[in-house]
């Protein structure tokens, strides 16, 4: 053999990448939620960002099995592609962003549910129920404390005084949503709790309520509602950061080495030859950067697994690229060989800390970037 770490069995016409969805786990997850829930609350999902990466086509009809029939969305292309996997199966869809991004009539046509997010969102909507003569449904978004989308105090005064708007228009829920849920002791927490009461009570309207996201969802029942509408949990993020993960991961992510090298001392690592080897070492070039989801943070802190085995990242981050120092890996990896990102040792959770971020941003861009290969579809009907 001309080279003694190239592998016989390279598997040269491969894809250099594997991309894993474990759906049953995703599945396990949703029930797992569910499971908490006080009775008589509706556990939604929600899949905006084509599931957080993982696929709303292949994601809503295994939820959907799972027994859900809420999903939300942020913007009207997804909650479209939403109703294009529920194939005609009825469920809720709503659109969080508000009723933007499609022709009203479009939007009712696919019953598409916008959160109104201001009094000119109500007024738009209220309007186009008005003029077809129908009564639309709708979500009223408050802002209890994240001053991002939602009405004020101050909105809902207004809007009381001029309850006839509302007249057109079919209230599903109004909602809210958490700021701190993640930090289980932050004050901030039953503070919303109370401004989201106080406000309904201003409101005076008789309503289904939703103020949970996932890690809202373990602050206890006081937070569940009619509604809860998580989102990372079900896609395996650690809802609360601080304690121990009860969610299953849902993806793996595995990479190809491309060529090991041997450098030796004071030799340098990739652009900018920031990084300095202290003593020889092997190295492994490994086929995926920041093109491939990869954020350059992950430089300096990262790792990736090989054999099961830690391997710390040299050097920076390239478009399509990473260096990872192999010295201790036994037995020695080889060329052609798979380099392990997410999966078994590393979670999508351990990935971003290393990458000084959070597991949302890791899907997300993860989530185009890679054919994604699916399994375990049909787990919630061999569980019943
Ligand atoms: C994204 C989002 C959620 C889900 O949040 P997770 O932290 O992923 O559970 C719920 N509600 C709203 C309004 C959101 O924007």
């Known amino acids: 053999?001309?080279?003694?770490?190239?592998?016989?069995?390279?598997?040269?016409?491969?894809?250099?990448?594997?991309?894993?969805?474990?759906?049953?786990?995703?599945?396990?997850?949703?029930?797992?939620?569910?499971?908490?829930?006080?009775?008589?609350?509706?556990?939604?999902?929600?899949v905006k960002a084509d599931a957080y990466g993982l696929g709303a086509a292949a994601v809503v009809p295994e939820l959907y099995k799972?027994?859900?029939?809420?999903?939300?969305?942020?913007?009207?292309?997804?909650?479209?592609?939403?109703?294009?996997?529920?194939?005609?199966?009825?469920?809720?869809?709503?659109?969080?962003?508000?009723?933007?991004?499609?022709?009203p009539k479009e939007l009712a046509q696919n019953h598409l549910i916008p959160a109104?997010?201001?009094?000119?969102?109500?007024?738009?909507?209220?309007?186009?129920?008005?003029?077809?003569?129908?009564?639309?449904?709708?979500?009223?978004?408050?802002?209890?404390?994240m001053n991002r989308l939602g009405l004020s105090a101050v909105d809902v005064t207004r809007l009381k005084s001029n309850l006839t708007l509302l007249k057109s228009l079919d209230i599903r829920y109004v909602m809210s949503h958490l700021a701190c849920a993640d930090?289980?002791?932050?004050?901030?927490?039953?503070?919303?709790?109370?401004?989201?009461?106080?406000?309904i009570g201003q409101l005076g309207l008789p309503c289904r309520l939703s103020l949970?996201?996932?890690?809202?969802?373990?602050?206890?029942?006081?937070?569940?509602?009619?509604?809860?509408?998580?989102?990372c949990a079900i896609y395996g993020i650690n809802p609360q950061i601080s304690l121990p993960n009860p969610m299953q991961g849902t993806v793996a992510l595995k990479a190809r080495i491309l060529q090991i090298r041997d450098a030796v001392c004071g030799e340098t690592v990739g652009y900018g030859a920031n990084y300095k080897l202290s003593s020889p070492a092997k190295l492994a070039s490994i086929s995926a950067g920041y093109a491939d989801g990869?954020?350059?943070?992950?430089?300096?802190?990262g790792v990736v697994y090989i054999n099961g085995q830690k391997c710390p990242v040299v050097g920076r981050v390239s478009m399509e690229l990473i260096?990872?120092?192999?010295?201790?890996?036994?037995?020695?990896?080889?060329?052609?060989?798979?380099?392990?990102?997410?999966?078994?040792?590393?979670?999508?959770?351990?990935?971003?800390?290393?990458?000084?971020?959070?597991?949302?941003?890791?899907?997300?861009?993860?989530?185009?970037?890679?054919?994604?290969?699916?399994?375990g579809q049909g787990y919630s009907c061999a569980v019943r």
């Open 116 to 145: 109104l997010n201001t009094l000119g969102d109500i007024e738009y909507w209220a309007g186009f129920a008005r003029d077809g003569g129908q009564r639309q449904p709708a979500i009223i978004h408050l802002d209890t404390g």
């Open 1 to 46: 053999m001309l080279s003694p770490t190239s592998n016989p069995v390279a598997g040269y016409a491969e894809a250099l990448s594997r991309f894993e969805v474990y759906l049953d786990r995703v599945c396990r997850n949703y029930l797992y939620l569910q499971k908490k829930l006080k009775k008589g609350t509706d556990c939604a999902a929600v």
């Open 323 to 375: 260096v990872a120092d192999v010295t201790q890996v036994t037995p020695s990896p080889h060329e052609g060989g798979w380099a392990e990102l997410i999966g078994e040792h590393q979670s999508v959770d351990d990935l971003a800390a290393a990458a000084k971020t959070i597991g949302y941003e890791i899907l997300t861009s993860l989530g185009g970037k890679y054919k994604r290969i699916y399994s």
């Open 212 to 231: 949970a996201n996932s890690a809202g969802i373990f602050l206890g029942s006081d937070y569940h509602f009619d509604q809860v509408r998580p989102g």
């Open 66 to 103: 799972a027994n859900c029939r809420h999903f939300y969305v942020a913007k009207a292309d997804d909650g479209l592609a939403v109703r294009a996997a529920l194939k005609g199966q009825d469920a809720h869809v709503y659109v969080l962003n508000g009723p933007y991004g499609a022709a």
């Open 294 to 301: 990869l954020l350059r943070s992950f430089a300096g802190g």
């Open 183 to 199: 930090e289980p002791e932050h004050p901030k927490n039953p503070e919303q709790l109370k401004k989201f009461v106080e406000l």
